[in-house]
């Protein structure tokens, strides 16, 4: 009589061994769960970023060439780089360029001082009336830019805008449409348009503040200037780089507000005035859609080498 002797597996063994099988699905679940919630971002994207990209960069490897002696039709042959090579050495590009810089570093740090003011006076109102002028900050920015455009052109008329006629009771002799002042017109355009918008950025960077801290400071005797400039600017910081930021991409690809002025003003405003604009004029204008495409290469590259230089300039940690 034989006795097979038989021995149980211990509990504990069996749920070690289904331990690691658990905790792997389980990590699974999850990131499949993390890559649906941001797989619509990343088809956006794909769409709106890399392949119109893919497809800029395509179109600059090729142009369009008249056959024979320019009587007959184009044809579109490879060049390489040749496109490249051209926008490189193209002075009216990065004159373009240049000019919309200069501009950018008077503009800039005026409309986020300004937008910086308004937060800091903002969060000195109560919380109940602050929607209300938050709101009546933020319509400027509601208005579509080139209906902001064409409104503040009505305004800055000679003929027909209220600006000249006030300023020419207080004795001033203003032309907005003048080459020396289209910049300061501008200027002020944009600012009004965006002014609003950082402000809002910068406002709730301010609201996220703990009121704790303002409370301690006022304990300590510091006053509200005090406060404002100790204790809540340095809180927005990141949101001023943000803003900032934003502001160079923008600048570098302003387009409707000089290309509306140049209906007044075309012997200043040339079709070279901005990069953009440059850009346009050589694709729509010229049909060169390859030599467009290249500089709208170029173009990317600088706005994102001197994003890059502004973040790593202006978001160091202080000390």
Not at 87 to 93: H, L, M, N, Q, R
Not at 202 to 225: M, N, S, T
Not at 295 to 316: M, Q
């Amino acid at each position: 009589m034989s006795i097979t002797a038989t021995t149980a597996e211990p509990k504990g063994a069996a749920d070690a061994r289904r331990g690691p099988r658990r905790t792997s699905r389980w990590h699974t679940l999850r990131a499949v769960k993390g890559a649906a919630f941001a797989a619509p971002f990343f088809v956006g994207f794909l769409f709106v970023f890399v392949i119109p990209v893919g497809y800029a960069v395509y179109e600059s490897l090729f142009s369009e060439r008249s056959s024979g002696l320019g009587i007959g039709g184009q044809e579109r042959v490879f060049v390489g780089l040749d496109n490249f090579s051209r926008a490189i050495e193209d002075g009216a590009f990065w004159a373009s360029v240049g000019r919309v810089l200069v501009f950018a570093c008077v503009q800039i740090p005026l409309m986020l001082a300004l937008a910086l003011a308004m937060a800091l006076l903002l969060d000195q109102i109560a919380t109940r009336t602050a929607h209300r002028f938050r709101l009546a900050f933020l319509v400027p920015y509601m208005i579509p830019g080139v209906v902001a455009a064409l409104m503040w052109m009505y305004l800055y008329s000679p003929r027909l805008g209220p600006l000249t006629d006030a300023l020419g009771l207080l004795g001033v002799d203003a032309d907005f449409y003048a080459s020396e002042m289209l910049w300061v017109s501008m200027g002020n355009l944009l600012t009004w348009h965006g002014v609003g918008y950082n402000m809002l950025i910068i406002y709730g960077a301010l609201r996220a503040v703990p009121r704790e801290v303002f409370d301690a400071a006022r304990v300590d005797g510091a006053g509200e200037l005090r406060i404002a400039w100790s204790i809540k600017v340095p809180f927005v910081r990141g949101a001023l780089v943000l803003t900032g930021m934003l502001a160079i991409i923008g600048m570098l690809q302003i387009f409707n507000e000089p290309l509306l002025f140049r209906q007044v003003a075309p012997e200043t405003v040339t079709k070279s005035y901005t990069p953009i604009m440059l850009i346009y004029y050589q694709a729509f204008d010229s049909n060169d859609y390859g030599y467009a495409a290249a500089l709208s290469v170029i173009l990317a590259l600088v706005v994102g080498a001197i994003s890059f230089l502004f973040y790593k300039f202006t978001n160091r940690p202080s000390s």
